[in-house]
């Protein structure tokens, strides 16, 4: 999995789902202390995300404001830069970690992992990535941009069904910091004396450190099959593939339905996806249409529907005959519904 992220082979583990490791990295890496106890996160971050780390927050014993949120400026859908460095240079010596996701799940948005997470240490917050709509989309180099740590899970680009196995990243700087206290469990003993159970625990060099249960074998097979597939190709590839397959899906809803869909995924910094805003009206009958014709995709209430049309499988006929389906569905229905 390791070069999926450009991580070297000990920095990255694979246990448990998303959340679950999302808890055991922030165990490990948010330390608060009375001058430095607050987390940065997007205010739209995923839910789940969001409600681990209120809880870190709560579990702590600590107040509500020591969750920071990064806000899009009114009017506007997506985070800028700019922004997110401002609120780190503001709040920088409160902030213990920053952690945001590197490709924001409902705007599809790229967030610039390498300046934010070098602006965010350089004012001493340690700095944490949720990769999950990144992993298998977008190239990555955690280990060149010096990421503290990262978690996702592989049920999108990866190719495993939801709850299939997740994968995380700690940094090599860490890999023999037996100090660096965590929540562990066997699994994170040093491999070579495991089964002497002695009860001194000595931890594996690197992330292996950080697996607490015994790997569950089916999720993992499922995982290298997967990863098998990744193993002819590289990210490289598969990235030049996909920004022709995203482009051509934005040239033709361009043609084709511009001025029933508002295309809130940021032209410039962009994985895969795009996620196509319609009149609330409009949703039921494209979604329903997009369905029917056999295209997986996602719909998310009142507006949006998120199309990615993935490198590894998806085609350019795929592409448009999916616009072809929502130009036809909304020919379909009413101009005012349009
Ligand atoms: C960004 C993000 N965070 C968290 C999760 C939750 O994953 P899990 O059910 O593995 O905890 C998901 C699931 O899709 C996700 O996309």
Request: charged fraction near 15%; glycine fraction near 6%.
């Given at each position: ?6 991580a070297l082979p000990i920095e990255v583990g694979v246990m448990n789902t998303l959340t679950v490791n999302i808890h ?315």
């Amino acid at each position: 999995m390791a070069p999926l992220f450009g991580a070297l082979p000990i920095e990255v583990g694979v246990m448990n789902t998303l959340t679950v490791n999302i808890h055991l990295m922030l165990a490990a890496f948010y330390k608060p202390t009375a001058q430095r106890r607050r987390i940065l996160i997007e205010s739209k971050a995923f839910p789940s995300d969001h409600y681990a780390v209120e809880s870190q927050i709560q579990w702590h014993g600590l107040p509500a404001d020591a969750l920071l949120l990064a806000e899009p400026r009114a009017g506007e859908d997506t985070l800028r830069t700019s922004d997110i460095l401002d609120l780190i240079d503001r709040h920088g010596d409160e902030i213990a970690v920053v952690m945001l996701s590197g490709l924001q799940y409902y705007t599809g948005q790229v967030f610039e992992m390498d300046r934010i997470t070098a602006a965010a240490q350089a004012r001493g917050c340690v700095v944490g990535w949720d990769l999950a709509h990144a992993a298998g989309n977008i190239p990555l180099s955690l280990h060149a941009w010096n990421v503290d740590f990262a978690c996702w899970c592989t049920y999108k680009y990866m190719n495993s069904g939801p709850g299939g196995i997740s994968g995380f990243f700690v940094h090599e700087r860490y890999a023999h910091d037996a100090a660096l206290a965590r929540l562990t469990g066997w699994w994170a003993h040093d491999e070579a004396t495991r089964f002497e159970m002695t009860n001194c625990f000595v931890p594996n060099a690197g992330a292996a450190g950080f697996e607490v249960s015994n790997t569950p074998i089916l999720p993992a097979a499922t995982l290298l099959g997967s990863l098998d597939v990744f193993a002819l190709t590289s990210m490289e590839a598969l990235r030049a593939k996909s920004e022709l397959l995203t482009a051509y899906l934005e040239h033709l809803l361009l043609t084709h339905a511009a001025a029933a869909v508002r295309i809130v995924t940021p032209r410039h910094s962009r994985g895969a996806q795009l996620s196509l805003l319609f009149a609330p009206a409009a949703l039921e009958p494209v979604f329903s249409a997009l369905t029917d014709a056999g295209v997986v995709c996602d719909e998310r209430k009142p507006n949006c529907i998120r199309i990615a049309p993935v490198p590894l499988y998806n085609t350019f006929h795929d592409v448009w005959r999916c616009v072809d389906v929502i130009r036809k569905a909304l020919a379909a229905i009413t101009p005012q519904a349009a």
